[in-house]
């Protein structure tokens, strides 16, 4: 069987920024393993499969060891390769997940714009263990969607000067652990580290801008903000709290496209 593939740069103008997905269109679903197994072999931090049924695109997202329930950086992609490669004329696209229910993407110009749940947060006592693994001791921690934790650091410089140790880290129970603060030349930054789930540091996630945005919007009294991803390779999201809702907006350019064999 010989499959498209194309690897799309999310979150950035420019190739060789922002975050690497792969995005795969299936006319069927494949068995869970054979998408695993192709999520593997790419080894990127996320690949995207999408079947289209009726007027709804139905998407699944794997890292390179398991299945995850959101991923804003891959739905960008998928729907730069809908928009762009593929050549839908409409300016949305209604996705749906069996695991994060329906979602959207909306062109504007060269930006897209995702519609995605705003999650709830709970502030929890401070960890050794965890303040040790990452490297910062955080002035606030805080849980959300379950298997994330995000520290609240004095500065951007303090969340791009990080070292995590990944060992460490990987023996945590939480899946995501995002460290963030108040930016530079941004409302804020954060960076992203999930050796758990086989992806050491995200260079720029979309899903955990579902917490992080109701966050920052209580913290700095308003609902849009312009947020950076401050890993080695970058990214900016343009941000928006609506009610239960967020709108996370960024760019995105294809890196390559071509067949894979299975």
Not at 95 to 122: I, W
Not at 189 to 197: E, G, N
Request: net charge negative; with cysteine; charged share 25%.
């Amino acid at each position: 069987m010989t499959l498209k593939i194309f690897q799309v740069d999310a979150f950035t103008a420019k190739p060789f920024g922002g975050n690497p997905a792969a995005v795969v269109p299936l006319d069927e679903w494949l068995p869970d393993h054979t998408m695993k197994a192709i999520a593997a072999e790419n080894n990127l931090s996320e690949t995207a499969f999408f079947v289209k049924e009726g007027d709804r695109y139905h998407i699944r997202w794997f890292t390179p060891t398991i299945e995850v329930n959101l991923c804003g950086h891959a739905t960008l992609a998928t729907s730069h390769v809908i928009f762009n490669e593929l050549k839908l004329e409409d300016a949305f696209i209604p996705f749906h997940s069996n695991r994060s229910g329906e979602l959207g993407v909306e062109k504007h110009g060269d930006r897209l714009v995702l519609d995605f749940p705003a999650y709830p947060f709970e502030m929890i006592a401070h960890s050794n263990e965890l303040a040790k693994a990452v490297g910062v001791t955080p002035a606030e921690v805080w849980e959300s969607q379950g298997n994330m934790v995000f520290l609240r650091a004095e500065n951007e410089e303090e969340v791009r000067g990080l070292e995590p140790d990944m060992h460490a880290l990987s023996q945590l129970k939480y899946d995501e652990v995002i460290v963030t603060a108040e930016g530079d030349d941004c409302d804020f930054a954060s960076r992203m580290f999930a050796p758990r789930i086989g992806i050491p540091e995200d260079p720029v996630t979309g899903a955990i801008h579902c917490t992080l945005i109701p966050y920052w919007a209580e913290q700095l009294g308003k609902d849009k903000l312009f947020a950076r991803q401050v890993s080695k390779r970058g990214g900016e999201l343009f941000c928006e709290l609506n009610g239960n809702r967020v709108s996370i907006g960024g760019n995105a350019v294809t890196y390559f496209k071509g067949e894979i064999n299975i």
